[in-house]
């Protein structure tokens, strides 16, 4: 998907190999952490020190998703986190340094790998099901942290490191959506009149503007399953993709054939 969706956390990516998936994860990780440079990358060696670096991390979470960035103290980082307010200076030298610390953080939970709802070994998922299924991902990881994606994308607007980690993560989902465009244009099942890298980028940013503004700032209600399946709709109507097959409705069961099934089993 696209700062859309994850893939299967890209919309259209084909099944990848654990090994192949664990590589490319380790990549886009690694340029999310490349665009957050004044993350300090020699952190403490001791292992109280590492966990006295956690925790002042996990306290400006909750301080920032709580007071917003600009009204966020320090001295409220630390009392959060059970320590004195000097100890945060020698693992941090700003408050702007530890939100984007946090902000990476979360910029990677949103491209991580999917936990335990792949199909089973040898099922065929169809396209549709790639679309819906990372589309559905991506604004349920982003549900989850609304309070701080909502700080994340305010601050992005004006804090260059924030805006290359958000960047990095749009550029990690349109990527893997424009390889896929281009695939699958290669076997006709995409309009090939179709540019991979603007279609990858317009259906990337209107999930992620989608997200922004149904999720943080409350522009509107919708039932979160109709959300996903619009979405889907677009993606796929927009790529030419052939309609999904509407499955075939059960059979009517009247009364009459309750009976006769009752009567038949009883006759056996």
Do not use: C
Not at 80 to 98: M, V
Not at 103 to 121: I, K, N, S
């Amino acid at each position: 998907m696209t700062s859309a969706g994850s893939p299967e956390r890209t919309p259209l990516s084909s099944s990848a190999s654990p090994s192949a998936e664990r590589a490319e994860q380790t990549g886009a990780a690694a340029r999310t952490a490349a665009a957050v440079p004044d993350a300090r990358p020699a952190g403490p060696r001791s292992r109280k020190g590492k966990e006295t670096r956690a925790r002042l991390i996990s306290a400006a979470k909750v301080v920032f998703e709580r007071d917003g960035f600009l009204d966020a103290r320090i001295v409220d980082i630390a009392e959060t986190a059970r320590l004195a307010p000097g100890s945060f200076y020698h693992y941090f030298d700003s408050k702007e340094q530890i939100f984007r610390e946090v902000a990476r953080a979360q910029e990677e939970q949103l491209t991580a790998p999917p936990e335990g709802d792949r199909p089973p070994a040898g099922q065929p998922v169809s396209i549709w099901d790639r679309i819906r299924r990372a589309n559905r991902r991506y604004l349920e990881r982003y549900r989850d942290e609304a309070a701080l994606m909502g700080v994340i994308e305010q601050v992005s607007r004006y804090d260059a490191p924030v805006n290359a980690a958000r960047m990095a993560t749009m550029k990690h989902f349109v990527e893997r959506a424009e390889r896929a465009i281009r695939r699958l244009q290669d076997e006709g099942v995409v309009d090939g009149r179709l540019n991979p890298s603007i279609a990858a980028d317009a259906l990337g940013a209107m999930v992620a503007r989608f997200a922004e503004l149904w999720l943080v700032q409350g522009y509107r209600e919708y039932d979160f399953d109709e959300a996903v399946e619009q979405l889907t709709l677009l993606w796929g109507n927009a790529l030419g993709i052939r309609q999904e097959p509407t499955p075939a409705a059960p059979p009517a069961v009247t009364g009459d054939t309750v009976d006769e099934a009752v009567d038949d089993t009883a006759a056996r």
